[in-house]
């Protein structure tokens, strides 16, 4: 059996040549398929949900298999919360917080002119059980040139979200969601001196 280091370190290679999933290809997607089932099985933290200090911190997605796009619009991002601006996404986060609930999705884009921005999907998490956590987004905020945006979500449209972690070790995270999405995390900042919604 290969050691998890090897297999993090292709999912890792394999994120960067697809563009975080932007630009994979269906042997690209099979192998990250394959590989993630395979570290899956190697899984060092029993009760992935309820581990606070692995959890805390800044992630940057590597791979995600849930219809990403270069270039969309801040409602797509915001699911439908933000207005229709056109954008192109740079670099995607998630940042937790488990001493206060905090569970934020972080998309770093730049807007037509080329001036960057981040959106902010901010929401609060509690843990379902060892293995589950359930995710509530509460407001979508825009940090860019002029004023933030700020907009609530509206429970009417943001339903709350079911994850799985399906492996979680000190800087590696997998995680599937509905409709069989998988996102694969790296760890970069275990304790960020201010999280991106407070920028």
């Known amino acids: 059996m290969r050691h998890a ?4 370190q ?3 290679a394999l994120g960067a040549t697809t ?8 042997a690209d997607i099979a ?3 394959a590989l993630a089932a395979e570290l899956e099985g190697m899984n060092p933290t029993p009760e992935p949900a309820r581990a606070a200090s692995l959890l805390r911190g ?3 997605l590597l791979y995600s298999n849930f219809e990403l796009q270069r270039r969309t619009t801040l409602s797509r991002l915001s699911l439908n919360v933000l207005p229709s601006t056109a954008v192109e996404v740079v670099e995607l986060y998630n940042e937790i917080d488990p001493s206060t609930g905090l569970y934020d999705n972080v998309i770093h884009f ?3 002119d080329g001036s960057p921005g981040i959106q902010v999907m901010a929401g609060e998490y509690e843990v379902e059980d060892d293995g589950h956590l359930d995710i509530r987004y509460s407001e979508a905020l ?3 040139p002029g004023a933030p945006v700020r907009l609530p979500t509206g429970d009417s449209r943001v339903a709350s979200l079911k994850t799985e972690i399906t492996y979680l070790d000190e800087g590696f995270r997998l995680v599937r969601g509905a ?3 998988l996102y694969i995390l790296e760890r970069l900042d275990a304790a960020p001196m201010r999280w991106a919604r407070d920028a």
């Open 5 to 8: 280091s090897v297999i993090k």
């Open 19 to 26: 563009e975080v999933g932007f630009q994979a290809a269906p």
């Open 31 to 33: 192998r990250i398929k």
């Open 142 to 144: 825009v940090i860019g």
């Open 179 to 181: 409709y069989g999405s």
């Open 110 to 112: 730049l807007f037509d």
């Open 10 to 12: 292709e999912l890792a």
């Open 58 to 60: 800044r992630w940057r």
